[in-house]
């Protein structure tokens, strides 16, 4: 067998595929030439990725309400799209298990467009539950954002592991920015293209969603995935990669990880989603409540890559707990001065610092937490994790509003936090350098 052969291809429950890749024993020179050039091209992914998804997500409300009849639908439109990601994040992983991340995030990216020239045609025909099909299948989008965050661990070392993922991470504000901005132009070009009212920027997102996939499938050579398998796994009798939930079972640090990413993530959608109505139910105008989504968001992505640099210096656990402190200030504050605008703002932006902070250092810790072949898997339950725990908290969080106030809801919310800061301390200290599974 020549050099350049997947030694893996031979192995039981590995791929059959024929990819080529260069497998060196030890990362060569070229591995951070090479690493540099994947973080490169996901990056330019997410772009075209956020721009495909900020570009109809937020439309799609307003075509729910439209061809349902109800505004009481439109909700469902966030919905179908966050089970879309959940139901995408597994399939998604095991592709990238079998085949590579090459293949796995262009299909991804291929169906988020499916999607979107499905919710065109339901918008064409009037057709209600076919749009609820388009947004589900534009979830795989959201899907492939989380799980190229991932991709950018798979040859990176332990002492940058953190900040390449972070990196990713803060590029999806540049499509999440640009997206909704494309409301106008689409509603221009769909006119042209003759498509009907709230569509056009659909049309944007097909576009982008193609070139995403383009990008993956012919930046992404070789393969991060398949290359790091190659030059770490030799031994022709190693076992078969586990499922994610056998290795959640076995490895209490995986569990951990998982745990701390999605309980941080269901904190933040938890009081996010339910603090529009709060500022509008209390006399804020749409400008307000804009501008402070927007800082929220700004507080999500913005500094990704100083908590990505903490991660890695600092350790992964600290960088967890800081995130649980800013959250916890966050939940504190909705909940002793609900009433102030002031307030609500900065507690908003502690929140979106408090989830970065703790979902980019949990991810680090999710991505070497497992042996290679395993990592695809279980990266995968924690993407699907994280989807499940943000839907249950939206879900919940509307009927707590009512029940007890925001003010309620932020200081129930702390069981949340309380949880994962308790968990941490329970966890054993390791050096960085030691955490990562061969």
């Known amino acids: 067998m020549s050099t350049h052969e997947r030694p893996e291809a031979l192995k039981p429950g590995r791929s059959t595929s024929t990819e080529t890749v260069t497998p060196p024993a030890q990362p060569g020179p070229e591995s951070p030439r090479l690493q540099r050039r994947v973080v490169s091209v996901l990056v330019g992914g997410q772009i075209l ?5 900020g570009a109809t997500l937020s439309l799609g409300s307003l075509l729910a309400a439209q061809l349902s009849g109800s505004n009481a639908w439109s909700g469902m439109a966030a919905t179908m799209s966050t089970l879309g990601a959940a139901f995408a994040a597994v399939p998604l ?16 990216a291929l169906i988020a467009g499916a999607g979107a020239v499905t919710a065109i045609t339901a918008a064409s025909l009037g057709v209600f539950p076919l749009l609820l099909l388009g947004l589900m299948l534009l979830g795989a989008g959201s899907a492939v ?7 950018a661990t798979d040859l990176s070392r332990p002492g940058s592991r953190g900040r390449d993922l972070s990196i990713v991470v803060w590029s999806t504000t540049i499509g999440a920015v640009l ?25 944007f997102s097909v576009a982008a969603q193609l070139a995403a996939a383009v990008v993956y499938a012919t930046g992404l050579r070789p393969d991060p995935l398949l290359t790091v398998m190659a030059s770490r796994v030799t031994d022709l009798e190693a076992p078969k990669p586990k499922s994610g939930l056998r290795i959640l079972r076995s490895n209490p640090r995986a569990r951990y990880a998982v745990a701390a990413v999605a309980l941080s993530h269901a904190t933040m959608v938890a009081l996010m989603s339910m603090t529009p109505v709060h500022l509008r139910d209390h006399g804020a105008s749409l400008t307000v409540v804009g501008l402070t989504i ?5 507080g999500m992505y913005a500094l990704s890559p100083v908590f990505g640099w903490m991660a890695d210096k600092v350790g ?22 609900p009433d102030s605008g002031t307030a609500v703002t900065t507690s908003l932006i502690l929140l ?28 995968g339950v924690s993407d699907l994790s994280m989807n499940a725990a943000g839907a249950t908290g939206g879900a919940l969080a509307g009927p707590v509003l009512a029940a007890v106030g925001y003010s309620g809801l932020g200081f129930l919310s702390i069981a949340l936090v309380a949880t994962v800061i308790i968990w941490t301390a329970l966890q054993p200290r390791r050096p960085a350098q030691d955490q990562e599974q061969p």
């Not at 703790?358 to 290679?372: F, I, K, M, W």
């Open 316 to 337: 992964r656990l600290p960088t967890i707990l800081l995130g649980q402190a800013m959250l916890l200030v966050s939940l504190v504050l909705a909940g002793l001065a």
């Open 49 to 53: 990725g956020g721009i495909g998804m």
């Open 93 to 108: 992983a095991r592709l990238a298990q079998a085949r590579g991340r090459r293949v796995s995030l262009s299909t991804g």
């Open 179 to 203: 997206g909704p901005n494309l409301f106008g132009p689409g509603e221009i070009v769909g006119a042209a293209l003759g498509l009907p009212p709230l569509t056009g920027a659909f049309a």
């Open 352 to 379: 979106g610092l408090g989830w970065s902070a703790s979902v980019v250092a949990g991810s680090a810790l999710v991505a070497e937490s497992a042996h290679v072949q395993d990592r695809p898997a279980i990266q």
């Open 294 to 298: 927007s800082l929220h968001i700004a």
């Open 145 to 151: 954002n989380l799980q190229a965050r991932f991709a």
